[in-house]
């Protein structure tokens, strides 16, 4: 019996009510049976609770005889009583309890026997101490001690077989839960199970009715449609008329976004738009059959479908613009099996397969209409045709008279025509020989072209070849002159120097002159090695911004003593808008311009002349001129003084010494740096050098070298503006002749004449007394007869810059305890800090920064004691900085967090800082720029010892903030110490003797070089042996190899070698080679190698560097650079 779907519903529902039953039933069970279980788990943890009080009173009834025993007082009874009241109560409520345990109720009886006993135990000794006996002794017996052991190995035992119960009870209690869960989810399965049958049924049925829903409303839209195409067809329409009906019905039927109707042409081989509805212009009008998608809809017959359509297809017209449909169907239309058209419809949609029948059915009515309409129209085309035909034979006719007519007249113009070709022929003849002999005469002028262009491209290799054997020559000549240089420079310095105390007088100055000798002969290998460079375009620029007071400053610093010497009035003058400003170009070449041109300005002005540089602004130029009251230029020799090795006077007798590449060299360089020079001379009068440079350096005016010198001949300027700067040599007017015992003293160390006496005055009306110095190394020597109280130091100094003599100031165990207060042009005031400097002052400064200044020298100077704070977290490295440092005139303060270090900052002065990078509640970095932000606490010198490893980032971070870095390490302390000497100004001589040899072990550079192994590799045995005697004075022990091969032999023989000086041009293996093996073996890729080479050449020093050298000098050798090298890479 088949079941209806009510009855299906209905047994479900029924099925899954007693389901749920059982369920209830079962629930209602196992959670009685969960209250007895959780009944008797109390029930259990009851009972230990009463064993545990009869313990606990039992101790209690102790502890309470045992304090009257001891102390006699009642007051320690008051537990004994109070155990006695509640011992019964408790066994009596655990007698109760465990009745339904035989076991367990003898134990509570036994207990309560125990109990009894101990209790009249205690009572008999409370009442003997009570009558005056000796219950003590009875006691320390352990009778009562014994009892309360049974009485707890009773309650122990009770307490496990409750403990077992009670682990029995919870077993049982789990295995019920877990039965009911697994039967409850069998439960609910079913049910799940049932519901989803039930529901599947229903489904079915529903389905079933909604499909015949479906295919009843497809009927009737199938109908609708049909109804509505045969309408649209009706009527006497042409093809065009039909076609668009036709695709307009269809496209907005079906829902369409475009559509296009093509009809076949008689032939069956192509098809033609004939109607269209929203398509764009890349719908083709014209299709063969096979050609795309409508070309194969015709040819195969059947219906096509694409999806994805490229753009190039079809595109849909709307009014914002052009879309493309995502899907696309053909549709062929049929008529007697014959393909008449096809439809093509686009959407954005795809079609529904209903639609599809519907458009397949549907291209049957439109074939029939398409036939129909088609041969009405034949039928007219053939009627119109017989009527077009009968005209055009009228009109042929009378086409022919009037040809006839014109084929007359034709013929009498070619008659002429036949006369004037006859003479136009002629003509040609002699124009077709006139051009033969131009086109010959062309052919020998291009062939004399292409022997000339070979000719040229023949020179200009020529040429190159002869640059590159010209450049080789120069760099081969540098190197076998800068050879045999080296060794005369080094062994002549030694034998000068007389460490061994062997040369007489006149011995050592004829040393002297020999060094000198080989100075200038360097002097003019450098000279011709620059000319070649700037002819072969290697001359390399280093443009940057240049202050113009920074040339002047170094021009003069250089030339002053040159005027002193030759009793030459030596003038600058400065145009007053160039006095703060600055011009991009290569300072170092302008510097060596200037410096040629007054080399020789010097040496042709004669005793008491003059000598003037002028600098001043024109339009978007600097203009410098040189002017001398000297001998003057000849107008004939003018021009060829630029030239390469020419002079005025190059006879054999000539006067005045010199190569002539001075003024070659200078012409050179303004023309590389996109200026010139001009030359106004007059013979024995003095001569003007004038060289002209742009503001800014501007690449395109920079022009190759070789142009002619636009020369004047007019009146020497001899510098008329009356404020000038004289630099000729007086000795200042200070107070080193008035000092008496007790003067506190200032050292003024500048050039600037008006300057240093403005300083002057300022330190008189302080109550000071000043002494003045000129030039760099005078200020040391005035620094160390007359030991001032503070310095005023100037960075642009003559022989020796500023920060030269702070340097030795700061390494002079004697000195460096002085602050020196730098008051300088230039903006550098890191370099100063770094250096030891108390302060920086920018020029110009006013009266009022000077007062500050002094100010905080005099309250530095008069503390007796200095404060520095030190700034760590760890309490043994803090202690261990206190003791290091701390002497008499230190105060150590110690912070241990960065916001207690800023705190004390705020409220105390201090003179120093030492600060861990490691803090707690701050980084060292975070604190040290709170400091930096403080106007007030800025200037404070801050030390970093910290034992971090630093990345690059945090040691650029370090650059700006801290004043020096102490990396933690085996002897960091010392330096430390050291660091903090420098920036507290201690004095050393003051300091515990330890401490001083500490300093001084530290400053001795020669313990660097001591007893260093160094390996020199030379193929010139004169270089060996002049570099190995210096080098043995200074206690190191040489070893010697003639090539890179033996090089390498020596390294293996000797693995301790410190260090390595390697040659480059050698036999065998050339420097590079024996550096590049070098690196490739393991032990030796951090060893030092410094390259010793002759060439001078660009690209040199990357080249040694590249191939894995560690540093590089050029031959000639300066030994006390060398040594300074040295000792940089064997300290690191």
Known sequence: MKLTLDKKILGGFIFCCSILLIVAVVSFRNGEQLVVTNQWVNHTHEVLYEAEQVMLWSTEAETGARGFILTGKDDYLMPFTEARLQLPMHLTKAILLTQDNPLQN???????????????????????????????????????????????????????????LLEQRKQD????????????????????TVLII????????????????????????????????????????????LANAVIQHLSTFLKAQMGVLYVADESQSSLHQRGAYAIGKTAPTAVAFGEGVVGQVAASRQEVVLTGVPAEYFTLNAAFGTMMPKYIVGVPVLFEQRVIGVVVLGTADNFTAVQRQYLTLATTAIGIAIESSLARAKTNELLEETQRQAEELEAQQEELRQANEALHAKTQLLEQSEVELRAQQQELQQINVEVEEKANLLGEQKEKLEQAKSEIERKAHEVEVSSRYKSEFLANMSHELRTPLNSILILSQLLAENKHKRLAEKDIEFARNIHTSGASLLTLINEILDLSKIEAGKMELDI?????????????????????????????????????GTITTDRQRVEQILRNLLSNAFKFTPKNGTVTLSIQAEKNEIVFRVADTGIGIPRDKQE?????????????????????????????????????????????????????????????????????????????????????????????DDDRNQLVEGDRVVLIVEDDDKFSKVLLGFIRERGYKGIIATQGNTGISFARTYKPMAILLDISLPVMDGYEVLRQIKNDPALRH???????????????????????????????????????IENFTSKKLKKLLIVEDNVQQNNAIRELIGNGDVKSYSAYRGNEAYDMLERESFDCIIVDLGLPDMTGFDLMEKIRANDRLNKIPIVVYTGRDLKKEDTQRLGKLADTVVLKTANSQERLLDETILFLHRIEAKLPPDKQDIIRRLHRTDEVLKDKTILLVDDDIRNIYSLANALEDENVQCLTAENGRQALEVLQANPSIDLVLMDIMMPEMDGYEATLAIRKIPEFQKLPIIALTAKAMKGDKEKCLAVGMSDYISKPVDVPQLLSLMRVWLYK
Do not use: C
């Open 818 to 856: 002085i602050p020196v207060q730098i008051i300088s042009a230039y903006d550098k005031k890191r370099e100063g800090m770094l250096l030891g400097a108390f302060d920086y002052m920018h020029k110009p400064v006013s009266v009022e920064d000077l007062h500050k200044a002094f100010e905080r």
């Open 106 to 164: 003898e134990n509570i009886s036994r207990l309560e026997k125990l109990s009894q006993e101990h209790v009249r135990i205690l009572e008999k000794y409370i009442e003997g101490k009570r009558a005056g006996e000796n219950s003590a002794e009875n006691l320390a017996k352990g009778e009562s001690r014994r009892m309360i052991n049974e009485i707890r190995a009773v309650v122990r035992a009770v307490r496990t077989i409750e403990q077992n």
């Open 544 to 580: 940057e911004p240049v202050p113009v007071p920074s040339i002047t400053d170094t021009i003069t610093a250089l030339f002053t003593e040159i005027a002193r010497n030759k009793d030459v009035s030596f003038l600058v003058i400065i145009d007053p808008s160039l006095q703060q």
């Open 173 to 192: 209690s789990d295995r019920d839960s877990q039965r009911f869960n697994y039967l409850l989810m069998t439960l609910l399965a079913t049910i799940i």
């Open 640 to 732: 060829i003084i630029f030239q390469a090795f020419q002079q005025v006077d190059g006879s054999t007798k000539r006067k005045y010494g010199g190569t002539g590449l001075g003024l070659s060299i200078s012409r050179e360089l303004a023309y590389v740096l996109g200026g010139n020079i001009r030359l106004e001379s007059e013979e024995d009068k003095g001569s003007t050098f004038i060289v002209s440079l742009p503001l800014t350096f501007n690449k395109t005016l920079s022009v190759a070298t070789g142009k002619d010198i636009s020369v004047k001949s007019k009146e020497p300027v001899a510098a008329k503006i009356p404020t000038t700067l004289d630099l000729s040599d007086a000795t200042p």
């Open 198 to 241: 039930v529901y599947g049924i229903i489904m079915r049925n529903i389905r079933a009715l909604r499909r015949a829903e479906v295919e009843m409303a497809e009927k009737n839209w199938a109908l609708t449609g049909t109804g509505a195409l045969t309408e649209s067809m009706q009527g006497n329409l042409t093809i065009e008329l």
